[in-house]
């Protein structure tokens, strides 16, 4: 399979070789259950067996990216689409459970689509305090012809305490081009002019028109079916949480929570019951001990898609 990817393709692969080394670093439920620390380790087993076994409220921020409502494969299980109220009743069995690990000042993030984001909704509000929503535009894949094509998905943001809690909306400001730069007495207003261009720095909205999708082109990208952008998550743990804190998230996937809160100075502790996502997880780790950077924010701030000076042409 590696063979046949094209030269240009970074889309990250773990060797035979590799895979010994990496499943020694993986801890296993029973490892979790003798004393073994959590902190800073990918547990490679189902949620619902490592729940129990962790302590309540040790999180500072959970980020959760479930299956959505959708048939779908994910490496060696098919997850299945139900109706509404199976789907509710699928994340009744957990949602509760993974509550119970968050700190009383912390917050949680949820992720889906327009098909489960309603379950969604539903479900966090028998247990948080729902915040907002955010919206964000997912660029990719093929049109549709017979519908609109499905190129967004939601995150709910929601707390146990609406009274304290942590958010840092310096460290998420988006910087955008400015097309009609507008002057006051000769000089910029609300906008800097700078040899690359001219600039406006703003608060985030709870709409993200900003995001690149990991492709085969970024070292970030790998073959699970669903993976975030290091990007996306990035403006969670900013704004969320503190260094040093501890970021969890109970369906890993290949490692994209863990990695960008090991990039930003932050603990993490992810759970994923398939082997193969645990390893790509444990290489991306590895390899953020020396790369540290992050597709779209440099200088301390997001920047519009495509609009950072060295941005290649």
Request: with cysteine; net charge neutral.
């Amino acid at each position: 399979m590696d063979s046949a990817r094209a030269p240009r393709n970074r889309t990250l692969t773990v060797t035979p070789a590799e895979s010994g080394v990496l499943s020694e670093r993986l801890l296993s439920a029973q490892q979790l259950a003798e004393g073994a620390t959590f902190v800073d380790k990918t547990i490679n087993a189902d949620v619902m067996d490592i729940l129990p076994l962790l302590p309540d409220h040790f999180a500072d921020l959970i980020i959760i990216d479930p299956p959505y409502n959708l048939t779908k494969r994910f490496s060696s299980n098919v997850f299945s689409a139900r109706n509404e109220q199976g789907y509710q009743h699928y994340v009744r069995q957990w949602l509760p459970a993974v509550v119970q690990k968050l700190k009383p000042d912390g917050s949680l993030y949820l992720c889906g689509d327009w098909k489960c984001t309603a379950a969604l909704q539903t479900v966090l509000s028998e247990h948080l305090h729902i915040l907002n929503r955010i919206t964000w535009q997912r660029e990719k894949g093929r049109g549709a012809m017979h519908n609109w094509k499905n190129n967004m998905e939601d995150i709910w943001f929601a707390v146990s305490n609406t009274h304290d809690y942590f958010f840092n909306v310096d460290a998420v400001k988006v910087r955008r081009q400015v097309m009609a730069p507008y002057r006051t007495g000769g000089k910029p207003k609300d906008w800097d002019e700078t040899a690359d261009g001219n600039y406006r720095t703003t608060c985030p909205s709870n709409f993200w028109d900003d995001i690149s999708v990991p492709f085969w082109s970024m070292s970030e990208n790998t073959d699970h079916p669903t993976q975030k952008p290091e990007k996306l998550i990035a403006k969670l743990i900013l704004a969320s949480s503190e260094e040093g804190d501890i970021v969890f998230d109970p369906f890993l996937g290949s490692g994209t929570t863990s990695v960008v809160a090991k990039k930003l100075g932050r603990h993490y502790c992810g759970i994923e019951k398939e082997t193969e996502y645990c390893l790509w997880a444990e290489k991306r780790l590895i390899m953020a001990d020396t790369i540290r950077n992050i597709q779209g924010y440099n200088d301390g701030v997001f920047w519009e898609r495509n609009s950072h000076p060295n941005t290649p042409k």
